[in-house]
Structures are given as C-alpha cells and as structure tokens.
C-alpha cells in the first residue's frame, strides 16, 4: 500500500462511500486484466482488423435470471479502454442454470477459440480450468486461489488471474457481527450450497471455534436446488434459529431474489458475503 505525506479529501468529503471507494479498483483490475488478455492477443497473432472474442461462463436463473449492474460495469470499463462490443469485440455469454452445465459450457467457449474467458464463481472457473491450460481465465471466485489450481494468491501462474475472496477469512466476522447486532442471539442457520466450496474444512473450523466463544449453535442447512431455499427458511423458523448466515455459492446468488424475499417473510436477519442479495431485498 502506497503512503502519502498529504492525504487527500476523505472518501465521504468527495461525496463517496466507503464501498465505492474500495470496490471500483477491484473492478478495475479485473477488466484491466481482461483487456490486457485481449490486447496481447492482437498484438501476438491477430490483425488489427480481427475481432476479439471474450468469453463469460457463470451460474445463474435460467427462467428468472437477475439484472447483473456488476457485468454492465465491466463492459462499459472495457469500452473505456477501446473494447466495444459489435465492433472489435465480441462476447460470447454462457450462464449455466445448474452447475453440472458448466463443463460444457467451458468446452463450447473454448471450442469457439474465445481470446479470454472470464469466470464468476469458483465452479465456473474450476470448469474453466478443466477446458484449457491455454486461453487466459480472469476470475472472480469466493474461495481460496489454490483450490482453483493457482499455485498461489500473489503469483498464480498458468494460465489464471483474477480476484478472489476467502471466504474462511471473513466468516467468523460476520458472526460477531450479528451476534453485536443481536445480542441475544443463541441459534444461526448456516445455509449451505452443495457441493461444498472446496474450502470448506477451513470454514468450518473458523466458524466452530468463533461459535464457541460467542455462545452460539449453529444448525447447517444444504442446498440442493433452488427448490430447497424454501425447505430451508422452514426449517431454520423450526429450530429457532435467531438469524441465518448465509455462504453463498452459485445457487444462492442466482436465486437472490428468492432468498430476499424468504428472508423478509420469515421475518429472519440474514448475512452474507456480497451486497447482491441485499440489494434484491
């Protein structure tokens, strides 16, 4: 981190929230990364006049799919950087409504001979992983780097970059979270994709031993399909759980708006790892 003498105006002096002020790099360097891919591609073997071909493979509802703000930032970030689609740029999209599309799905994108493949989870990347070891993948993924097959966080080598958000790392602060926000709170649902994220062990151990210091009984949940989301809310009003920590996984973001509305009909606080399933409520 760089560190100045003369520090600036304050994110809240420059009319920005705190979120805004972190979350725009983030995006940045993702697309950035995507447009790098893209340019040296052109510059190693296209002609100018080829057009680029991006590839996008993600989990989400097939028959209800959400409003995606996120993906329209990108594209309009990678505008800004010389890349329109329609024009020197196409983009091959692949939403998977279950994960046992995203095999596949990867293979048809590389079949295509995609310049760059970007992934959203760490399912699709993993199926990505498993199509090529050569087309550049830029990821956005909730798991730890090495569970994708980087050989690790600061240099993953192959043919993998990207974000990623350890979600081991963050779950125990989110149950003291909710247990400041509910200090009477004795019961969580821990609501659960399956499979498991690869992750998982190390999950479980953090939040067993926050659990435990905080006088909570966690009750896992697992989702199977998007029909289970109501099966667990159900269950979690059943075994008196006072609030619902939710980790989420491809199922849970795609069917946000579902888990929203559940959430406010049971009448049960919930946390979880991104702001989309907020901003659905």
């Keep these: 981190m ?5 520090p600036g105006p304050s994110a809240a002096e420059r009319g920005e929230s705190e979120r805004d002020h972190h979350m725009i790099p983030r995006r940045t360097f993702v697309v950035a ?12 073997a296209q002609p100018a ?62 079949k295509l001979n995609v310049t760059v493949l970007f992934t959203a989870g760490p399912e699709a990347t ?8 050569t087309i550049p993948i ?18 993953p080598g192959g043919n993998l970059t990207g974000l990623t958000v350890g979600q081991s790392e963050l779950v125990g602060k989110r149950l003291e979270l909710l247990k400041t926000a509910i200090p009477r709170l004795a019961r969580v649902a821990v609501l659960w994709d399956v499979p498991r994220p690869p992750d998982d062990d190390e999950i479980l151990k953090k939040m067993t031993a926050v659990a435990g210091t905080l006088g909570l009984r966690l009750h896992y949940l697992q989702l199977q399909g998007a029909r289970d ?36 009909r049971h009448r049960l606080p919930m946390m979880g790892a991104f702001r989309q399933v907020v901003e659905a409520g």
Excluded: Y
């Design 49 to 110: 006049a080829t057009t680029a071909r991006l590839g996008m493979l993600m989990v989400t509802s097939l028959s209800n799919p959400p409003p995606m703000p996120e993906l329209d930032g990108f594209m309009t970030e990678l505008r800004q950087l010389g890349w329109s689609e329609g024009q020197n740029l196409t983009v091959e999209r692949r939403p998977a409504g279950n994960l046992d599309d995203l095999p596949g799905l990867a293979a048809e994108l590389v």
């Design 33 to 44: 990364a995507i447009a790098g891919a893209l340019t040296a591609s052109r510059t190693e």
């Design 126 to 133: 993993r199926a990505a992983r498993g199509a090529t070891a």
């Design 229 to 264: 989301f109501d099966r667990a809310f159900t269950a979690a009003k059943q075994e008196r759980a006072g609030a619902l920590l939710l980790i989420e996984g491809p199922r849970a973001v795609a069917n946000r708006a579902q888990v929203a509305e559940l959430a406010l």
């Design 2 to 6: 760089s560190r100045r003498s003369h």
């Design 138 to 155: 830029v990821m956005i993924a909730s798991t730890e780097p090495r569970q994708l097959g980087a050989a690790g966080l600061a240099r």
